[in-house]
């Protein structure tokens, strides 16, 4: 059953130096809050898993949590490139960075295996593309029934599963709206699981069509983190923040500009910093 927590609490409880640890949250609502924590804390040896790594993960490979991403997409959205993710992987700054990629629809097939206990997902896909030349973890499958012959990945089972939402009632469930991904999947799909919200309730009120609501004992731990997920937005608490997404480009770019940056701005600060940085961009 979800407990709530602070968020430095929640990072030490359930994420361990070498988890498999899936920061989810597609366009919106992602976990930088989450992420920033397990960096003050220094996490080492991580397999990141994400759909779309964007700056979270090159902070994070950036400053030396990771050691493998699994992932099916990665870049600074509407800008370039990850400077720090590249780094790892053509020069081994600040350690080497194993890659194992994958398209959008066999992770969220593989997130939806997970959180069913299945071993593995199929799906139609990977036809004429070279990705299974690269990927041992791309495989086929006949099916028994037509004889088709269907691409088959394995299952995704984080050890930790980390989401931001809108907010939590004081039973410890959980309501997600707005674009939501895979982050349903990916708690369900997880050994243990961090979510942070925006805020505490007295009851979750009335749900927008595709809202997702995550029931509290599917939770490890809870964390209030109003501002959590900025600079990405939060639908109906703030929007996002493009210039920090324009601003990161730069700062990434060079090693010694991305660690002042980090230093400033994550080691030196604390959960309460995304409070203010959401008001601003509101």
Not at 9 to 29: K, N, P
Not at 199 to 222: F, K, Q, Y
Request: charge should be negative; hydrophobic fraction near 45%; aromatic fraction near 8%.
């Amino acid at each position: 059953m979800a407990r709530f927590v602070s968020l430095a609490a929640a990072v030490e409880e359930c994420i361990r130096d070498g988890d498999t640890v899936s920061f989810e949250g597609f366009t919106h609502l992602i976990p930088f809050a989450a992420g920033h924590e397990t960096i003050r804390q220094g996490r080492k040896r991580l397999t990141l898993v994400r759909m779309t790594p964007d700056l979270i993960y090159d902070q994070m490979i950036g400053m030396g949590c990771a050691e493998k991403l699994v992932f099916s997409w990665g870049g600074n959205p509407g800008v370039g490139s990850l400077h720090r993710l590249r780094d790892a992987v053509e020069n081994g700054w600040p350690g080497p960075l194993a890659l194992e990629e994958h398209s959008h629809a066999a992770m969220a097939n593989a997130y939806e295996a997970g959180a069913a206990n299945l071993p593995f997902a199929i799906l139609r896909g990977y036809l004429g593309v070279d990705l299974p030349k690269v990927n041992p973890n791309i495989r086929s499958v006949t099916c028994p029934f037509t004889g088709e012959v269907l691409a088959a990945v394995p299952a995704l089972r984080p050890d930790v599963g980390v989401i931001h939402a809108q907010r939590a009632d004081r039973e410890g469930n959980v309501l997600l709206e707005g674009i939501t991904g895979v982050q349903k999947e990916a708690v369900l799909a997880s050994k243990r699981s961090i979510v942070t919200v925006e805020e505490v309730v007295d009851d979750l009120g009335v749900a927008s069509p595709n809202a997702v609501v995550l029931p509290g004992w599917t939770i490890t731990c809870i964390a209030a983190v109003p501002g959590g997920a900025h600079p990405s937005y939060a639908h109906g608490h703030y929007p996002r923040d493009n210039a920090a997404y324009i601003a990161w480009d730069k700062i990434a770019r060079e090693r010694d500009t991305f660690l002042a940056w980090m230093k400033e701005h994550v080691l030196e600060r604390g959960p309460d910093a995304f409070a203010v940085h959401a008001r601003r961009a509101a």
